[in-house]
């Protein structure tokens, strides 16, 4: 079996999955850091964090995980750009999927005991049937992203089964300190950073799209939370309600002191019109839920961006 004091976390240098580490560090908890820095900085991990500076999608990546013994894994790197999986698709499944099963098959050669597989929820369920969507409902992405998150949850399901505990917790729109404003940014990032500058803003589509947007920390309470737990299971993680993008547009100009008005643009492909979380499931199992509403989160967000920008 792994060591019984180490997590490996990849892409824990990014944004959610820093978040995480600074939980398990705070526990206590040896924390072992795969990171490419293609989009994580090594400044966000907390001191006395190991950096394997590594390639998931490379041949050596399972043997490296292997060798630490892990007693759990937490999978959060991943390509999550829409946009950047229609214009490659080849890398996003490099990344996604060849590079989920090689940290999958470090965890199962190296005697891990618990899989954690961070995932997407509003790019799975596609056009919903029905809304809150919940963990039962239909699967049909609409983008290669959304493809490839779903094909490697299906490979956890097959390789993992009756050799070890996994689960893959669904996340809304995660938004917080951290989040980058380029390339694979969500819109809270983007929107932040560009009232910040008095820049122009951009809205995709009408704006009256719907989002289920959930703080980072109260994703990071429940990947943690996940850890503790030795159920096999597939969860969604949010907040049960929608936003729509011109709302929050308006939120966080109040709270930016923001005066302009925003620029439509057509929407762009492969993204859904609503997307909202059932999160019944993750409250009953894991004793979880969200705590941060989405005022309070977004005045967090802002202020964490003016802090690092001074």
Not at 45 to 53: S, V
Not at 237 to 246: A, E, F, K, P, Y
Not at 260 to 275: F, I, K, L, N, Y
């Amino acid at each position: 079996m792994g060591d019984t004091n180490v997590v490996v976390v990849t892409g824990g240098a990014g944004f959610i999955g820093s978040h995480v580490v600074d939980r398990l560090v705070g526990e206590g908890r040896r924390v072992v850091v795969v990171d490419d820095l293609s989009t994580g900085a090594a400044t966000n991990l907390p001191p006395g964090t190991d950096l394997e500076q590594l390639d998931l999608a490379r041949p050596e990546a399972a043997s490296r995980i292997a060798r630490l013994r892990p007693s759990a894994v937490v999978h959060c790197a991943a390509q999550a750009s829409v946009t950047e999986s229609f214009r490659d698709p080849a890398r996003d499944a490099a990344v996604n999927i060849l590079g989920g099963l090689n940290a999958l098959r470090g965890a199962l050669d190296g005697g891990t005991n618990r899989f954690v597989y961070v995932t997407t929820g509003g790019a799975l369920y596609g056009h919903a049937a029905s809304l809150p969507s919940a963990e039962g409902d239909p699967i049909a992405p609409l983008s290669p992203y959304g493809l490839s998150k779903w094909i490697m949850e299906r490979y956890l399901a097959i390789l993992a089964r009756d050799r070890l505990s996994w689960v893959a917790l669904r996340l809304g729109n995660v938004y917080g300190p951290r989040q980058r404003s380029d390339g694979e940014a969500g819109v809270v990032a983007i929107f932040a950073d560009r009232m910040r500058r008095g820049a122009p803003v951009t809205i995709e589509g009408d704006g009256e799209q719907t989002r289920d947007f959930v703080f980072v920390a109260d994703v990071g309470d429940a990947i943690v939370s996940a850890l503790g737990h030795r159920e096999t299971d597939t969860l969604n993680i949010g907040t049960g309600r929608g936003t729509s993008v011109n709302e929050l547009f308006g939120q966080l100009a109040a709270i930016a002191g923001y005066g302009q008005e925003p620029t439509h643009v057509a929407a762009r492909p492969g993204d859904v019109r609503h997307s909202v979380l059932d999160v019944r499931r993750a409250e009953a199992t894991l004793g979880w839920t969200p705590r941060t509403n989405l005022a309070d989160g977004l005045r967090a967000t802002y202020a964490a961006l003016r802090a690092v920008s001074a």
